[in-house]
């Protein structure tokens, strides 16, 4: 039997209620990646709210990932441990339409090769954020909602806006920042 961690449990729920989701969430992550979606690889407890999709692609995941409702993967992406993905989230290509060869349209073009997005343990993106193929979100890494993230993000930052860019730290100093990543690198 999996254990149930009751931490993360919203204010107001019951220890029952919580407890009847959190199965309830364990039978649709098995109807989704062994019926719906069987490409997708994933390695521990995933959290997938309705209207999600995975496109056939390379995808893997890892423990204890929340994929919000009405997410969209749609390019090759790899996902860590400890991470929270909010509703409306767009992992993207880049180079779906070549547009660049003159006497050429774009229907015809075809489509150009694009590298996985890599989203790191303990990342927490928000809602209707977009992230374009080629990037990779560092650990400890938090996107603000709305957010297009065209570039690599470095860890434990805050990073928002069109396109995005770094707003702040996450820890307050150095000392700090490490501190959580040894304790991520430790619990990997």
Same mark, same amino acid.
């Given at each position: 039997?999996?254990?149930?961690?009751?931490? =993360?449990?919203? #204010?107001?729920?019951? $220890?029952?209620?919580?407890?009847?989701?959190?199965? +309830?969430?364990?039978?649709?992550?098995?109807? %989704?990646? =062994?019926?719906?979606?069987?490409?997708?690889?994933?390695? /521990?407890?995933? @959290?997938?709210? &309705?209207?999600? *999709?995975?496109?056939? @692609?390379?995808?893997?995941?890892?423990?204890?990932? #929340?994929?919000?409702?009405?997410?969209?993967?749609?390019?090759?992406?790899? +996902? /860590?441990? =400890?991470? !929270?993905?909010?509703?409306?989230?767009?992992?993207?290509? $880049?180079?779906? *339409?070549?547009?660049?060869?003159?006497?050429?349209?774009?229907? *015809?073009?075809? @489509? /150009?090769?694009?590298?996985?997005?890599?989203?790191?343990?303990?990342?927490?993106?928000?809602?209707?954020?977009?992230?374009?193929? &080629?990037?990779?979100? &560092?650990?400890?890494?938090?996107?603000?909602?709305?957010?297009?993230?065209?570039?690599?993000?470095?860890? %434990?930052?805050?990073?928002?806006?069109?396109?995005?860019?770094?707003?702040?730290?996450? +820890?307050?100093?150095?000392?700090? @920042?490490?501190?959580?990543?040894?304790? !991520?690198? $430790?619990?990997?």
């Amino acid at each position: 039997m999996i254990k149930i961690e009751y931490n =993360n449990m919203p #204010q107001g729920s019951s $220890k029952f209620k919580f407890a009847l989701r959190f199965y +309830f969430n364990i039978l649709r992550t098995w109807y %989704c990646f =062994n019926i719906k979606y069987p490409w997708v690889e994933y390695s /521990g407890f995933v @959290r997938v709210m &309705g209207k999600t *999709h995975f496109v056939k @692609r390379d995808i893997k995941i890892g423990n204890n990932v #929340q994929f919000g409702r009405g997410t969209w993967v749609t390019t090759d992406a790899h +996902f /860590g441990n =400890n991470i !929270l993905i909010a509703g409306k989230v767009n992992f993207v290509g $880049k180079n779906d *339409h070549i547009f660049n060869i003159p006497g050429v349209t774009m229907w *015809h073009a075809g @489509r /150009g090769v694009d590298k996985p997005i890599i989203v790191n343990d303990d990342v927490w993106i928000g809602t209707s954020a977009i992230i374009v193929a &080629g990037v990779t979100i &560092g650990k400890g890494a938090i996107i603000a909602a709305g957010s297009v993230v065209n570039k690599n993000v470095p860890e %434990c930052e805050i990073w928002g806006g069109v396109p995005a860019k770094k707003i702040k730290d996450r +820890f307050e100093n150095e000392d700090l @920042r490490m501190k959580h990543l040894v304790y !991520l690198n $430790k619990h990997a």
